[in-house]
């Protein structure tokens, strides 16, 4: 219970959620594969305006010599 603790979640329900991940993939080492992958795909966007989105886009496409 302490470790989970901090996360606000319950022993039972994090134990029921491994035992649903386990039907998908074979073992835990694999459970923490999927997640570590899963973070790598899924990584945080900061909020700009589209404005800047826009000027960055613009240059990116310059720097890989792409025309007006």
Same mark, same amino acid.
């Given at each position: 219970?302490?470790?989970?603790?901090?996360? +606000?979640?319950?022993?039972?329900?994090?134990?029921?959620?491994?035992?649903?991940?386990?039907?998908?993939?074979?073992?835990?080492?694999?459970?923490?594969?999927?997640?570590?992958?899963?973070?790598?795909?899924?990584?945080?966007?900061?909020?700009?305006?589209?404005?800047?989105?826009?000027?960055?886009?613009?240059?990116?496409?310059?720097?890989? +010599?792409?025309?007006?």
């Amino acid at each position: 219970m302490q470790r989970v603790e901090p996360f +606000g979640v319950t022993l039972d329900a994090v134990t029921a959620t491994i035992a649903n991940c386990l039907k998908t993939v074979p073992d835990l080492q694999a459970v923490e594969a999927a997640v570590r992958f899963d973070k790598a795909r899924h990584k945080t966007v900061a909020a700009k305006p589209v404005a800047d989105v826009v000027t960055e886009f613009i240059d990116v496409k310059k720097s890989h +010599g792409a025309s007006e």
